[in-house]
């Protein structure tokens, strides 16, 4: 059974920090992306922050703010958010993807855990 559990999130003043997680189960993580996305109020899901094959990649409105990490022994990823601003504001989601050349794709995505940048 998989599983992408969150945490971390919470209510955090602007110019603050949090450290969202991800623990996963139930697939080999460390054969997966694994992405952070975001949904504000009224807006689509944007992709925030990947991770795969040693590479990390960025949206440009959280680069140099965002860091991306993951634990592969602890089957764990990780998202480092400092200097957040109130349009950081959504609840984010980890997301586990795959895609075999067959076509064949697994994907795979967390209940999501809020946060809110508000002073």
């Known amino acids: 059974q998989v599983q992408l559990v969150e945490s971390g999130g919470g209510l955090v003043q602007p110019g603050g920090s949090l450290r969202l997680s991800c623990a996963a189960s139930?697939?080999?993580?460390?054969?997966?992306?694994m992405n952070w996305y975001r949904q504000a109020p009224g807006k689509e899901r944007e992709l925030v922050a990947t991770?795969?094959?040693?590479?990390?990649n960025y949206a440009g409105s959280v680069k140099g703010r965002f860091t991306i990490s993951r634990d592969n022994a602890k089957n764990t990823v990780y998202l480092q958010m400092n200097s957040l601003k109130p349009e950081d504001t959504a609840v984010y989601y980890c997301?586990?993807?795959?895609?075999?050349?067959?076509?064949?794709?697994?994907?795979?995505w967390g209940q999501g855990t809020q946060v809110t940048v508000s002073s």
């Open positions: 139930g697939f080999t993580f460390s054969n997966f992306a």
């Open positions: 991770s795969a094959g040693g590479i990390s």
């Open positions: 997301n586990a993807y795959r895609r075999f050349a067959a076509g064949r794709e697994y994907d795979y």
